[in-house]
């Protein structure tokens, strides 16, 4: 197991190796060059700030859905096409006859973005947002959560993190030697359907958690994975602490038009005393269903942004220009058209609420207990009454909701994501119960799945 592979073996020692009179020679040699291959090996090992470090759930699950092709309602992205408005506008720009449109563009984000998102968001949180300074565009939002811990958090800085949790910020706290603290939120015992309004945080228990130390709390909202939209009470909770021990807010809201029923969705920095210790964070990808765009955004004050600015200068430097120049095109026609009912931020919930209700159904129907997703696109579901049903011995996972996700994209062809990656480690048991679905889907890939739990159910 730990001998020198084939290809370090120099010709000298296979022609030694060869030789009976020299084997102790070639013995030695060998020696001599493993413990130089060891040696080069831990040299090369991951720096101590990403030891630890795992393959993500995405590349893990990723992987599992290319080698048994499942209907995949795992990774949450779309499986139709996004309004043409956007991809016109990419080919348009592609073609054009504007040599700059294929260059690097300013650093910061291509201005055209800048202004319309400087339009939209003055306009939602009722203040002017200076397009220069107080907008950065970033590679999807995942760089903007990036570029805001890293331009914040300092080694011993903590760094409150609400379960479930989109899985990324843990080790981005981590990377930048911050200390992660974890509040679960928790379902609400019922009997009768529960919906993201019944998962809660304990006030008592989120107050003790905040201290000297704290620096930043990162929020989401809509949520992924349980698609709760923080109601007004809740977010001036958080907010109160925030100012009390001086603490940022990191707000991703990258499912910001994705709001069903009553729900509202608020954006945190309108509250009192919030503008200023708040980062804002949205995607292109969510907001247009182009998610392979990878084009995002953090806005908040500029004494913030510019933080995050010497992240990006130095690591990203700037985002594609084709790209956030179809993503400003397609700002600029929605703006014009924010209240009328063919705006796409009112069409796609629209749509999207039919989805979630009819996945919501067949997930019951198959004897799973679906949590109703006021927001967002991804729905959970509570597996745990089918368990005596199946034999998860063939999957050798740590966790149970690893081992039935595991299991259903074998044996059932339908692959869901372990909510556990979700949860820091003392809490990974509050997630194996569950499973997370995908509703963004076609009606006939939602139909399929249908059909798959039917079957297995008979
Ligand atoms: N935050 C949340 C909650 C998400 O679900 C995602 C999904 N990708 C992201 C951030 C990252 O978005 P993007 O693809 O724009 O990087
Ligand atoms: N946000 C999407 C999800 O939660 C995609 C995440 C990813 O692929 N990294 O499924």
Known sequence: MFSLPARLLCQQTRQLHSSRQNIF???????????????????????KRLQGSK???????????????PLNLGQGFPDELPPSYVTDALADIAHS???????????????????????????????????????????????????????????????????????????????????????????????TTITSADWVLNDAELEQLFND??????????????????????????????????VLCLSDEV????????????RICTLPGMWERTITVGSAGKTFSVTGWKIGWAYGPAALITNLQMVHQNSVYTCPTPIQEAVARGFELELKRLDAPECYFTSLPKALIV?????????????????????GYFMLADWSALGSKIDLSS??????????????????????????????????????????????????NLEKAAELLKKWKS
Not at 363 to 372: F, S, V
Request: aromatic share 12%.
């Open 255 to 266: 499912y910001e038009w994705m709001v069903y029923d009553d729900a509202q969705h608020i």
């Open 355 to 375: 989805k979630r209700d009819f996945m919501a159904k067949f997930l019951a129907d198959a004897g799973l207990k679906p949590t109703i997703p006021e927001g």
């Open 97 to 191: 006859d504007n040599p700059l449109l294929q260059q690097y563009t300013r650093g910061y984000g291509h201005v055209p973005l800048v202004q319309a998102l400087s339009k939209l968001y003055s306009k939602l949180v009722g203040r002017d947002i200076n397009p220069l300074s107080e907008i950065l565009i970033t590679s999807g939002a995942y760089e903007s959560l990036y570029s805001s811990v890293m331009g914040h958090v300092d080694v011993g800085d903590e760094v409150i993190i609400i379960e479930p949790f989109f899985d990324c910020y843990e080790p981005m706290v981590k990377m930048a030697g911050g200390i992660p603290r974890f509040i679960a939120l928790k379902p609400k015992i019922s009997n």
């Open 55 to 69: 393959p993500s759930v995405w590349n893990e699950y990723i992987a599992l859905a290319m080698q048994y092709k």
């Open 213 to 246: 130390k704290t620096k930043m709390i990162i929020l989401n909202t809509p949520h992924n994975p349980i698609g709760k939209v923080f109601k007004r009470e809740e977010l001036e909770r958080i907010a109160a602490l925030c100012r009390k021990w001086n």
């Open 395 to 444: 999957e050798k996972d740590e966790y149970c909701d690893y081992r039935f996700t595991k299991w259903m994209t074998k044996n059932m062809g339908l692959q869901g994501i372990p909510p556990s990656a979700f949860y820091g480690d003392a809490h990974k048991n509050l997630g194996e119960n569950f499973v997370r679905y995908c509703f963004i889907k076609k009606q006939e």
């Open 25 to 47: 020679s070639c013995l030695a040699l060998q020696l001599h060059q493993y413990e130089q291959y060891t040696t080069t090996m831990e040299k090369f090992g991951l720096p």
